[in-house]
């Protein structure tokens, strides 16, 4: 067994980070037989929580405990910013997506819930309930994306999807999110450790609900 903290915090929900980390949206992803209405449906939704999840790696960056910390934060909102908002671009235009759903969607119950989620950990909590919301975040798609790497679907933006989260900047990223949760975790009291166990847990449960989303009947 690991004894990082975050491994620990993991195994408390293996239940639910396993139909995250494996679940048919994923799966089908990665096989290139995902439903282009699906997809559609989880871009505009997930392009409709980057404002929020920039935000809370922004006040990471200002809680951060050294300049080298600082430069990581740095670089992902970067990438966030950039690299992501290009792809969510192209993937609305690829998929025909009208423009209210891209700028002022109607948002899902797991998508406002994840947003709720977001903004309580950045006004209301400390540097490591925010990361007990980052960290989960990221950790589950660098997971499922490694999981599918190896074996890239033809659809160009379902490959673009799974690269972006399995390159090797991504995973050190990743790392360096789960090292800095290792670093604070161990020292925090106990009802500190059983808030940042809550919101873990409940990271991975909306994880869930997203993917299920994109499965909706009716759109969303």
Known sequence: MSDRFTATLRDGVEDEWRAATDH???RELGAGTLDGDAFA???VQDYAVV???TAAFAVALADAPSTDARRRYVAFLDT???A???FFERAFDAHDVPGRD???PVLAEPTAAFRDLLGRARREAGYAETLAVLVPAEWIYLSWATRE???RPADPLFSEWIELHAAPPFASFVDFLRAELDRVGPSLSPRRRERVAGLFGRTVSLEVAFF???YAAEEI
């Open 24 to 26: 048919r949206f994923t």
């Open 41 to 43: 449906r989880y871009v």
């Open 51 to 53: 404002e929020d999840l």
């Open 80 to 82: 966030l910013t950039d």
């Open 84 to 86: 992501e908002n290009d």
């Open 102 to 104: 891209r700028t002022d």
């Open 149 to 151: 790497a190896d074996d």
């Open 212 to 214: 299920d989303a994109a």
